[in-house]
């Protein structure tokens, strides 16, 4: 099933949505799922799960407070901290994919989306990697000094607020849906159970991105700028760091990957 066709705009109710503890989490201890947030949805989740969503919604608020504040041509409060860190959320990335097994050892989650639990779609990972870019670009701009950036602001950030809170949405209620592919994925068939947790995700998750039209600054087109995603379902791998590995944008990508994606840089800069 398409996300764009289950995620589709035409919802017209809005679904309301402590911090999960994880041992070598290296998040802002202050940041934490608020408790009228938290559901069926996020306390279903693993831990490092419930991680990835709480910086989600977080991004997602950030978005709408930045966006509000724009809108009515305030100024933005003064900020501390690095470029790339603020306003909108996004410290360490690197800490969402990484879990430690008993042995202390450190893995690395890859995501890959499907919609047969069969064959896997790797571009997860890059879209991923590409919306935390985002994050960061749009930090930079709401942030620095340099006048000529300065002069960008006006017409590139509110298409960038609209597509980033979309885009968390949409990776919220991916994420959301985790127990239940893990669930899909240990069993012959769903049970009447999974089917209807799976049809709530997707009634919540449609009413919350209908919910954003009033928010939006472009209505009419910020839906088309949502990433190619034809899966509605996300699987996790999980693998020991390898020689080559790459993180982009706090996102890691094995050592084949990692390849293509250098070498495709360097054939850019050539």
Sequence with gaps: MLLKKLFAKKASTAAEGAKAARPNSALADDLAMPEAAKDEFFNAQP????????????????????????????????????????????????GLFETLT????????????TNDLATMDPRAQLHLSQFFGRVMALNTLLTTTDPSLRAAQAKAVPKMLDRILLEALCFKGLFSGFAVTRALLTRAAPDSQMVAQFEALVARTKADLAATSPYLHDSATAFETLPMVNQ???VELSKRYEEGQIAVNGVYFDAATGAQMVGGVQRLQA
């Design 47 to 94: 831990s490092h799960i419930q991680q990835i969503l709480t910086v989600l919604h977080r991004i997602a608020r950030d978005a709408l407070l930045v966006g509000d504040i724009m809108r009515r041509g305030a100024p933005l409060p003064d900020v501390a901290g690095e470029v790339g860190t603020v306003p909108i959320y996004c410290r360490d990335i690197e």
């Design 102 to 113: 008993a042995d202390g050892s450190k893995r690395f989650q890859s995501y890959y989306y």
């Design 232 to 234: 509605s379902l996300i």
